[in-house]
Nanobody, 122 residues
Framework: QVQLVESGGGLVQPGGSLRLSCAAS????????MSWHRQAPGKQRELVGR???????NYVDSVKDRFIISRDNAKNTMYLQMNSLKPEDTAVYYC????????????????WGRGTQVTVSS
């Protein structure tokens, strides 16, 4: 019914930048909130930041002033601009959407993407 697809990951040197995208598609009536999470090897998945439909954002302390989340509501797409990247930012980045479906049983429901690898290394 709903798919979330992340893109934009890759290998970048410390201090560099990357921009991730998360596109949601399917029988979506409205997206309430979208968020980015990441999971480094051997660690639990952690919340990176969140954006609600009104555009308000919040971030985990470790990425504040370096990462920026934005959203294009018309395209059901969320972005993560990552600047001043550090080796400790290396992880698989996942997006999540809390949304209402069209038709009966609208929810809300949570959906996850499959993730995109970000590697920060010289």
């Amino acid at each position: 019914q709903v798919q979330l697809v992340e893109s934009g990951g890759g290998l970048v040197q410390p201090g560099g930048s990357l921009r991730l995208s998360c596109a949601a598609s399917g029988s979506i009536f409205r997206i309430n909130a979208m968020s980015w999470h990441r999971q480094a090897p051997g660690k639990q998945r952690e919340l990176v930041g969140r954006i609600i439909s009104a555009g308000r954002t919040n971030y985990v302390d470790s990425v504040k002033d370096r990462f920026i989340i934005s959203r294009d509501n018309a395209k059901n797409t969320m972005y993560l601009q990552m600047n001043s990247l550090k080796p400790e930012d290396t992880a698989v980045y996942y997006c999540n959407a809390n949304l209402l479906l069209q038709g009966l049983n609208p929810g809300p429901y949570d959906y996850w993407g499959r993730g995109t690898q970000v590697t920060v290394s010289s």
